[in-house]
């Protein structure tokens, strides 16, 4: 069977026929994820935009139209709402690393389809639940939580083995890109079906569409390209890229947080996600109270640097991937240089919010060129490089990282920090500058740790458990830009039991 499959490699190198893109089996899953995390982002954001009308503000100096066709309002307080917003991650930090493992040792497909559905479904009986009090609320989102919490480490090893390594920021950041434009539709939509036809409706609606999404990709999807049915002529171009599979699926813990490029990742994700779930969360209710946007207008309005965000993650993702081809810049290099604009552009940008003051036309362009220019770390520390690190294990890596991302100083304490910051003066511009100076030191801290440990090469424990000294010897040949032509093909050609590159 050996003999057969290289022959038939052999066979396919030497056509010539390139197929379109759109006929690649590969570019169909990345627009197949994407639509996913589209529904993923339109389910895990819309109640941002609805509690604005689940709870109208007591104070405001500005007179907006609150009144909800067929909707109750409820009295939660200021606390209560960050608690709501915030108990989500309560539920996704529990699924992270687990979904991870079981995505790399047993498929991402039904991971994936199983973890979205759940949330789809419990996102139809927000209402019921509601009505049923504070408590059933914080419920709901913690189980949406454990729902959703699986589905971005499971796309981070459904990548590890479908996406070559100088495509992987392309197939990667684009399909992850669903998750802005999910934002993108989910919030200027939910506004607009709050005023018509009430909040409830918008659950309803998404949820629905969620479900259809998940037949579509039980039906269409393939954990990697031995199992497609489905596949292009390019199966073992794939295949030839990405380390085969092993039989021991014992994953090298002590390897990976013995790792000084995983902790460079592990950090800047952390620091990456307060200032993202700090926009994610709070910016409806900033636009809101501080400038008077009616529930359908800041929707509208908070959507646009979402839409920055998905225009840069699609180019620069092109863009490195290019520079890769080229050999222009080493993997290495490619990481950090747009992980570093990824990450400082926005964190300088922010302080000039609050400078602004209430000129809105201002404040809601300096907050698209923040959140936009965030789009480059889908080059940089986002999914390419765990996949770098270790195609096998990638789902893993990405469990950790976005477990320790969305622990205390990030998805469900920065809800709660922020408004606890604005507290009832939630209209004052001076209120909101703490979350902005805040956000800004701990982006540049992030970025600087990044900018000192970051990899882009291919890890020896990949191939499983081996010495630390060795490891460490490894680290230390690879430090900084250095990058070894063919340091992949070396590392899966090699018998021996610990390899790394000389």
């Known amino acids: 069977m050996e003999e057969n499959l290289s022959e038939f490699i052999n066979s396919e190198q030497e056509e010539k026929y390139d197929p379109p893109i759109w006929k690649l089996k590969r570019y169909q899953n990345a627009f197949l994820v994407f639509w996913g995390f589209a529904a993923v982002y339109a389910l895990r954001v819309n109640l941002s935009v609805a509690i604005v009308q689940m709870v109208p503000p007591v104070k405001n100096s500005t007179k907006v139209d609150y009144s909800t066709p067929n909707d109750p309002t409820y009295d939660w307080t200021p606390d209560q709402q960050g608690v709501i917003l915030g108990s989500f991650f309560y539920g996704y930090i529990t699924t992270q690393v687990l979904g991870g493992y079981l995505a790399d040792r047993f498929g991402a497909k039904i991971l994936l389809g199983v973890g979205i559905g759940c949330t789809a479904f419990l996102t139809i009986i927000t209402r019921q639940m509601a009505d049923a009090g504070f408590a059933a609320m914080v419920a709901l989102r913690v189980l949406e939580g454990i729902g959703e919490g699986v589905t971005f480490p499971a796309a981070a090893s459904f990548w590890g083995k479908w996406a070559p390594p100088n495509e992987r920021a392309r197939l990667a950041g684009f399909s992850f890109s669903g998750a802005q434009f999910g934002t993108i539709i989910s919030m200027p939509l939910s506004g607009w079906l709050c005023q018509t036809v009430g909040w409830s409706a918008m659950f309803y609606i998404f949820g629905s569409i969620s479900l259809i999404w998940v037949v579509l990709w039980f039906w269409l999807a393939a954990n990697s390209p031995e199992e497609s049915k489905t596949i292009d002529a390019k199966r073992e171009f794939i295949i030839s890229q ?261």
């Open 242 to 502: 990405i380390p085969p599979p092993k039989e021991d699926h014992s994953v090298p813990w002590k390897n990976i947080f013995c790792c000084l490029p995983f902790w460079g990742i592990l950090l800047t994700h952390t620091c990456y996600n307060w200032t993202f779930y700090a926009f994610l969360t709070c910016l409806p209710k900033y636009l809101n109270n501080v400038h008077g946007f009616d529930i359908s207008s800041a929707g509208i309005i908070g959507a646009l640097p979402y839409i920055c965000m998905f225009l840069c993650i699609v180019v620069q993702g092109n863009l490195s991937d290019r520079l890769l081809e080229k050999k222009i810049m080493s993997r290495t290099a490619v990481r950090r240089v747009f992980n570093s604009i990824g990450t400082i552009l926005p964190a300088i940008v922010l302080p000039f919010i609050t400078v602004l003051g209430c000129n809105k036309d201002g404040v809601v362009a300096l907050i698209c060129i923040s959140v936009g220019f965030c789009g480059f770390v889908f080059s940089g520390y986002n999914t390419p490089n765990h996949g770098d690190l270790s195609p096998r294990f990638s789902g893993a890596l990405f469990g950790i990282t976005n477990t320790v991302g969305t622990i205390p100083v990030n998805g469900f304490l920065a809800p709660q920090v922020l408004l606890l910051i604005t507290g009832d003066n939630s209209s004052s511009v001076d209120a909101w500058s703490p979350v902005w100076y805040i956000s800004m030191a701990i982006n540049l801290f992030g970025s600087i740790c990044y900018m000192l440990t970051a990899s882009g090469n291919l890890q020896p424990w990949d191939k499983g458990p081996m010495l630390l000294k060795d490891q460490w010897e490894f680290e230390k040949k690879l430090f900084c830009f250095k990058e070894v032509e063919d340091d992949r093909e070396e590392i899966l050609d090699s018998g021996e039991e610990n390899p790394y590159f000389e």
